[in-house]
């Protein structure tokens, strides 16, 4: 039997690694074959991407190799081009985009999609040229490396124009993701300014544009509203009920009519579902995401099991107790993807099937060192130091590998031992930079000197 999954994310990987322990014996006389396709040849756990741009972790740290991790599973880094489950073929495509070549047809018996997600963006004049994106480690890396830079150049100009923009740090989209980049960042930030001689945590102004009317749209209203109270007893800016309307040569203009100059602007107003699932035969809701049923099989429009085909994650409108469809978080994602393996595995020795029944949610961010805001399974609200070892504690735990666990948790411990490392390492992302310019300056140097 050749199962495919599509996806290495949170849901993919811990799907993978669940049914390489319940296969093992399948797996070992090839009975049974995994396959995983997924573009990046490892899973980035972003719920720790804040603490990487804050330098709080090594980038290397939250990404779990592939290969790695599902030594029984064959891995594809490749995209799927197109996925036909009635004939149960899928088609992949190995070549670095931009690049042409005929996709590699895949059979396979059994389908689980977990695709995940991709940022949602919005065609504001200026965000394509100007803005940064918050979902991967590169991307991570690269706002810490721009944020310090920023400081260097305010630092060293003389126009209070370009000072002013450069101290200026715009953040877009108030969920989890955006509040806890933000405010790590506005932590290490407010500590590296003590090593410049003529800036002050006071000069730095951050801004939070929410187009709702309340942050953590996900927590309970009791949580978001301490969590607002607390980012704006740090001089954090946070406009509410405010859309992003343009951002054209970094003038930006938003929906209550204030303009400001800002060299940073980082969007993370929400995502989508993975767009491969346009790409497929698969039902899918109104959302665009695939239409499943508690079980994490995939409903047909009559609203049966589809045959062989099942879902899990962000790509997947899975049903809770009260019929809604679960959030896209890696909560969801990794509980729905443990379920995923065992009841597959049970369809295969024909045993009954669960039904996914979430637990409460049991959400956290952090808000910086020693500070973060945080919501327990039995509803109880916490907040600063205890929420901040709640949530390294959930985080440690939902890591798909005991490696990635000892690496991390080295990490912070190093950390409550030693200053952060405030050092921008921009170069890194235009490494051939330096090279490249001894050709721009007409060097005629001969070879060898």
């Avoid at 074959?33 to 997924?38: D, G, P």
């Amino acid at each position: 039997m050749r199962v495919l999954i599509i996806g290495g994310g949170c849901a993919g990987l811990s799907t993978a690694l669940r049914l390489q322990q319940l296969l093992r014996a399948q797996l070992k006389d090839r009975r049974v074959e995994l396959t995983i396709v997924e573009p990046q040849p490892y899973l980035t756990f972003q719920p720790l991407l804040a603490e990487v741009a804050a330098g709080s972790i090594d980038p290397r740290h939250v990404v779990v190799p592939l290969r790695t991790a599902l030594p029984d599973c064959r891995v594809l880094t490749a995209r799927v081009t197109r996925i036909d489950h009635a004939t149960r073929t899928a088609w992949v495509d190995a070549a670095p985009r931009g690049e042409l070549r005929l996709p590699t047809e895949v059979p396979y018996d059994v389908l689980v999609m977990a695709p995940g997600s991709v940022a949602r963006t919005a065609p504001v004049p200026g965000l394509a040229e100007h803005g940064m994106g918050f979902a991967t480690v590169g991307e991570a890396v690269a706002l810490r490396n721009h944020v310090l830079e920023q400081l260097d150049l305010a630092s060293s100009t003389r126009d209070p124009e370009l000072r002013h923009a450069a101290l200026t740090f715009v953040f877009v989209g108030a969920g989890y993701a955006g509040v806890g980049a933000l405010a790590e960042l506005e932590d290490m930030a407010r500590t590296a300014t003590k090593g410049y001689h003529n800036l002050d945590p006071d000069d730095l102004r951050w801004i939070l544009v929410e187009a709702k009317d309340r942050i953590l749209g996900e927590e309970t209203p009791e949580l978001a509203e301490h969590t607002l109270a607390e980012l704006r007893e740090r001089n954090i800016d946070v406009r509410l009920s405010t859309t992003l309307e343009s951002a054209a040569d970094q003038l930006v203009l938003l929906s209550d009519g204030s303009r400001f100059a800002a060299r940073t602007l980082v969007w993370t107003a929400g995502i989508r579902p993975a767009p491969v699932l346009s790409l497929t035969d698969l039902p899918l809701d109104g959302g665009g995401r695939i239409t499943c049923l508690p079980t994490l099989r995939i409903a047909a429009p009559d609203g049966t099991p589809l045959p062989d085909a099942w879902a899990a994650g962000d790509c997947a409108a899975v049903p809770d107790q009260a019929g809604e469809p679960c959030a896209p978080n890696a909560q969801h994602a990794l509980a729905q993807a443990r379920l995923l393996a065992e009841n597959l595995t049970a369809e295969l020795a024909g045993r009954p099937l669960a039904a996914y029944r979430p637990d409460h949610p049991a959400c956290s961010t952090s808000l910086g060192l020693h500070r973060a805001v945080a919501h327990t399974r039995r509803g109880t609200r916490l907040t600063g130091r205890r929420a901040w070892w709640l949530h390294r504690a959930r985080q440690l735990r939902r890591l798909p590998t005991r490696e990635r666990r000892i690496r991390v948790l080295t990490d912070w411990l190093f950390g409550g031992l030693f200053q952060r490392e405030i050092v921008s390492l921009g170069t890194i992302e235009h490494p051939r930079a330096e090279f490249e310019s001894g050709f721009e300056s007409g060097s005629t140097a001969g070879p060898g000197t």
